[in-house]
């Protein structure tokens, strides 16, 4: 029989236990986060006859070597090592030793129960850095611009009223002019039109409008001294903003890029009606991966994007709750997919519509709708081909219908 080993995974010392196949401990020891612990962790393992390894984490230098030198790994969700504590130690333990002991030995009795990882390719790596990185910088991003828009209501409320997102480059630019009341007090049309024709202004207001709207605002009441202060804040956010903005642009250039060159990328980009629509295929191809066989069935896809309910049951008790443990990165754009897909599909829409006359809420509607999405997905997915609305059954029975 095979031994298996756990990994207790941290930023700097990984707790490492190996068990035979009867579950006697082998091994206990400690590895250093660097390039020479890793390496002789792996050459150890191997020497050991480890065959399965068990850690908290899919992803990461120390899975990448691990993976390299041939051995099964097994990432185990974290709210499953926290269930299974209970069944080796009933005072409620925990220690860095004692889970890399619970991981070992949940390779060694449950290796069954558990999916070993597949490496994916270069591209879908790439594709899933840019895609995060870009989602870290739109949540920094947002963050500021509240931030923003708080201390503009402070002491300038009109300010917040010209353009209608304070984070866009046409609005971080007139902030960057007028960063205060004193800096727009001699504001009018003219200057207000020469400033929208620099900085190409699409919007529909007219100029007038733009500025009576910054005179029709309250009044702060601020002194000098404050005034000058939020002025400076005020530069500041815009400072940071700005070049933020400019990333996030470029990012989802080089996403657009890179989704079309993948090979799954015009699978998912046919799901979409609108081209700007490739940050969110993008991310649904990043989440799934290559491996076809991780969602053996609907259900397991549904359930990983958070689309499907988790059933309690209990006697003549049964509820259907939301489902927290899942990819939320997935669920988010498949939520996505299916908010935008409703406005132009008949068949997405009914299945709205239906939801929402059940008395199901709008979020609760979406992910009936997004459940449905996922057959779709992974059908078009497993077959490597793109979506045909000839062949959608449903949609062809609903025009049927209503024709």
Not at 118 to 128: E, I, S, V
Not at 134 to 140: F, N, Q
Not at 327 to 343: F, G, K, P, Q, V
Request: contains cysteine; proline residues 5%.
């Amino acid at each position: 029989m095979d031994r298996s080993a756990g990994i207790d995974w941290a930023s700097e010392r990984h707790a490492i236990c190996v068990l035979e196949s009867d579950g006697c401990v082998v091994e206990q020891s400690v590895s250093e986060h660097d390039a020479n612990g890793l390496s002789a962790l792996c050459a150890r393992l191997v020497e050991l006859g480890v065959k399965r390894v068990a850690l908290e984490r899919p992803d990461g230098v120390l899975v990448e070597q691990l993976l390299a030198a041939e051995l099964i790994v097994l990432a185990i969700h974290p709210n499953q090592v926290k269930a299974a504590r209970p069944r080796f130690s009933v005072a409620g333990g925990k220690s860095d030793g004692f889970d890399a002991y619970l991981l070992a030995e949940l390779a060694r009795t449950d290796a069954h129960r558990f999916r070993p990882l597949q490496p994916d390719h270069d591209a879908t790596k790439a594709l899933r850095a840019l895609t995060r990185a870009r989602e870290d910088l739109v949540a920094t991003r947002v963050g500021l611009a509240n931030q923003l828009r708080a201390e503009l209501e402070r002491f300038w409320p009109g300010a917040t009223h010209v353009f209608a997102e304070i984070d866009s480059p046409i609005a971080l630019a007139f902030l960057e002019r007028y960063p205060g009341p004193s800096d727009a007090h001699g504001l009018g049309s003219k200057r207000m039109a020469s400033f929208l024709a620099r900085h190409n202004y699409s919007g529909r207001r007219t100029p007038h409008e733009l500025v009576k709207r910054i005179r029709d605002a309250p009044k702060g009441t601020a002194g000098e001294l404050e005034l000058e202060a939020r002025r400076g804040v005020v530069l500041a956010l815009v400072a940071a903003l700005k070049p933020l903005v400019e990333e996030i642009k470029r990012l989802s250039s080089e996403i657009a890029a890179a989704v079309r060159a993948h090979p799954d990328g015009p699978i998912l980009l046919s799901l979409f009606r609108d081209p700007k629509s490739t940050v969110t295929a993008a991310r649904i191809v990043a989440e799934l991966g290559d491996n076809r066989a991780r969602y053996p069935n609907n259900a397991a896809l549904a359930a990983d994007a958070g689309m499907s309910p988790v059933a309690l049951e209990s006697g003549k008790r049964k509820l259907a709750c939301f489902r927290r443990a899942c990819d939320h990165r997935l669920r988010d754009a498949i939520s996505t997919l299916a908010d935008a897909s409703r406005h132009h599909n008949p068949w997405a829409n009914d299945i709205y519509q239906r939801a929402r006359a059940r008395g199901c809420d709008h979020p609760h509607a979406i992910r009936i709708l997004g459940r449905a999405r996922t057959r779709i997905i992974r059908r078009i997915w497993q077959n490597h081909e793109t979506y045909n609305p000839a062949k959608h059954g449903g949609l062809q029975r609903l025009i049927t219908t209503q024709g």
